[in-house]
């Protein structure tokens, strides 16, 4: 069964120091999107990425956040100066659908701890 | 952003018992999904409703959509210890999903 995976599973990096975390969503999904959610919270939504743009993005994704779809597979979240409170799990889904049916499937997320 | 709020926050029961869980809003989605999350692991979906008084059925597991469309059931029957997990609902505002804080269900053998 297709399924979006994400690498790595754990990244540790010191406070101001850049990541990237990485997703391949499912092949013929076109709508992709990186969520988190830090422990013991809900998930919460970040960015919505359609045709090569940002098709939606939230409060959370501020100027630190970007992402790109380098390639015809990949689907990456950099955080440029990370902070503390950035420690967080965080999910990459995609879709076939953007909007009103979205049915989204995630990957097993990217645990990111910054000290 | 429209809330989604889900109950009863926490939920341990037995297993062979029947329980409900609830997503509730005073918002209309379009359409309304349940997910599944194990500690440490990303959400699962279960399945989506879309259509008004919708009801689904997966094993189990029974899922109503109201039919105002701004809330949702989950039952399921005879519980066992391997339906153990977070439960989340989560509705399609734009683009995004909003999603519930979720129901933790604790099944005992």
């Known amino acids: 069964e297709p399924e979006v995976t994400q690498t790595p599973s754990h990244q540790v990096t010191q406070m101001g120091q850049e990541v990237i975390l990485r997703c391949v969503p499912i092949?013929?999904?076109?709508?992709f999107y990186w969520y988190r959610q830090i422990l013991g919270q809900k998930v919460e939504f970040l960015v919505s990425?359609?045709?090569?743009?940002?098709?939606?993005k939230s409060e959370i994704f501020d100027d630190q956040f970007s992402v790109e779809r380098p390639d015809g597979s990949n689907f990456t979240l950099k955080i440029r100066s990370t902070k503390l409170e950035d420690s967080a799990m965080y999910f990459c889904?995609?879709?076939?659908?953007?909007?009103?049916?979205?049915?989204?499937?995630f990957g097993q997320g990217t645990r990111l701890t910054v000290v | 952003t429209q809330l989604l709020e889900q109950s009863p926050q926490f939920l341990s029961i037995q297993e062979g018992e029947n329980l409900t869980v609830y997503c509730n809003s005073s918002?209309?989605?379009?359409?309304l999904q349940w997910y599944r999350q194990e500690p440490g692991e990303g959400p699962v979906l279960l399945v989506t409703?879309?259509?008004?008084?919708e009801v689904k059925k997966l094993k189990r597991l029974t899922f109503q959509f109201g039919d105002a469309r701004k809330d949702s059931s989950l039952h399921i029957t005879a519980a066992q210890p391997g339906d153990t997990g977070l439960y989340l609902c989560?509705?399609?505002?734009?683009?995004?999903?909003?999603f519930g804080k979720g129901t933790s269900l604790l099944v005992t053998p």
């Open positions: 409703v879309v259509t008004g008084g």
């Open positions: 990425f359609y045709n090569n743009e940002i098709s939606e």
């Open positions: 092949s013929n999904h076109l709508y």
């Open positions: 918002s209309v989605f379009s359409s």
């Open positions: 989560a509705g399609n505002s734009g683009y995004a999903l909003n």
């Open positions: 889904a995609s879709s076939l659908v953007g909007t009103g049916n979205t049915e989204a499937f």
